[in-house]
């Protein structure tokens, strides 16, 4: 019911939009976040936005470099990568709960990841 999308590779300083499309119910009222995890690590939080797009909340290895954002009317959240660096490199996942979002939260819901990779 998740996809994210829009990985690849890039160059360090270079930027990469993710897209993440929710299918087969309205995400409008939930809580979304992203993830990502690279080899041999385990999972780590990225970014988070409340359900009405009002409140952000960010890794602070990503602050100031990725902003997340979400537009309901298209049941879709978005991750805007600038300044990326070669240890932005992971699978990144998009994840959606009712109860919130944060860190913190037990997201219920999680798509399939997209890759990215960034080159020195």
């Known amino acids: 019911q998740l996809q994210a999308s829009g990985g690849g590779l890039v160059q360090a300083g270079g930027s990469l939009r993710l897209s993440c499309a929710a299918s087969?119910?309205?995400?409008?009222?939930?809580?979304m976040g992203w993830f990502r995890q690279a080899p041999g690590k385990e999972r780590e939080f990225v970014a988070a936005?409340?359900?009405?797009?009002?409140?952000?909340y960010y890794a602070d290895s990503v602050k100031g470099r990725f902003t997340i954002s979400r537009d309901n009317t298209k049941n879709m959240a978005f991750l805007q990568m600038n300044s990326l660096k070669p240890e932005d490199t992971a699978v990144y996942y998009c994840?959606?709960?009712?109860?919130?979002?944060?860190?913190?939260?037990?997201?219920?819901?999680w798509g399939k990841g997209t890759q990215v990779t960034v080159s020195s």
């Open positions: 936005i409340s359900w009405s797009g009002g409140d952000t």
């Open positions: 994840a959606a709960d009712r109860s919130g979002y944060g860190p913190k939260v037990r997201y219920q819901y």
């Open positions: 087969g119910r309205t995400f409008s009222n939930y809580g």
